[in-house]
């Protein structure tokens, strides 16, 4: 089992969508949780930091439950600028961070 | 924000030859840095973690006497690729963590590496 897996996608949506994708990961001792956005040939860039009690910066909304091992990100009214792959990051103790494979988003008018 | 200055962005070489990537953080120190590998419609792939003055921690599979790794100074970590081939082709990412605590890493922007 992957220790960060995340919906496969590709997700396909109109503007103004709703869209949500999961994470899920293996190690309970798992500290700190990131989503980030990568651009196709582009480096990853941060999108959000994952906070136990949930967050939500604009349209975007991050979850982490901690029962159940699982992160989510949900995006509201999405733009065509949000087409990007997404991906679930989890840092370990120290400085381990592991990456999911991503998750696809094309959002079209 | 935090910088992590990443060249070249771009190189082709020929198979036989040793390419060298450098990552600089513009404005913080950076005791150690990440360096990540990304094949196409794949994740990102930790090769090694860099650390100033001392020898860089490599992950398993990854060969430590082809993927040379050097940070000499809290600013500047280099990566060179000896020998290369046509395998390893790929995207070479670093990173670093401006400051401590739960913050997310930067990126540099990145580098394509061709092998012909």
């Known amino acids: 089992r992957k220790e960060v897996e995340q919906d496969p996608g590709p997700f396909n949506v109109p503007e103004g969508a709703t869209v949500a994708f999961n994470c899920t990961y293996s190690?309970?001792?798992?500290?700190?949780f990131f989503w980030y956005r990568q651009d196709c040939r582009k480096e990853p860039k941060l999108l959000m930091s994952?906070?136990?009690s949930g967050n939500e910066d604009g349209r975007f909304t991050a979850q982490l439950n901690r029962a159940s091992q699982y992160i989510s990100l949900l995006i509201r009214d999405s733009k065509l600028s949000d087409s990007a792959t997404y991906l679930c990051?989890?840092?370990?103790?120290?400085?381990?961070?592991?990456f999911g494979a991503g998750t696809r988003l094309f959002v079209k008018a | 924000g935090a910088v992590v200055s990443q060249h070249p962005s771009r190189v082709i070489c020929k198979s036989g030859t040793s390419v060298k990537i450098e990552c600089r953080s513009l404005?913080?120190?950076?005791?150690?840095m990440f360096w990540y590998r990304q094949f196409p419609k794949q994740s990102l792939m930790l090769m090694a973690t860099?650390?100033?003055?001392?020898?860089?921690?490599?992950e398993q599979g990854v060969e430590k006497d082809k993927f040379l790794i050097n940070h000499a100074s809290l600013t500047l970590s280099t990566l060179t690729v000896t020998s290369a081939h046509p395998e390893d082709s790929s995207f070479y990412i670093c990173?670093?963590?401006?400051?401590?605590?739960?913050?997310?890493?930067?990126f540099g922007s990145g580098t394509r590496l061709t092998v012909v």
């Open positions: 990173s670093a963590q401006p400051g401590t605590g739960d913050y997310g890493y930067t």
């Open positions: 190690n309970s001792a798992s500290q700190s």
């Open positions: 994952v906070y136990s």
């Open positions: 990051v989890v840092k370990n103790g120290g400085f381990k961070t592991i």
């Open positions: 404005d913080f120190q950076a005791t150690t």
């Open positions: 860099s650390n100033e003055g001392s020898k860089a921690t490599y």
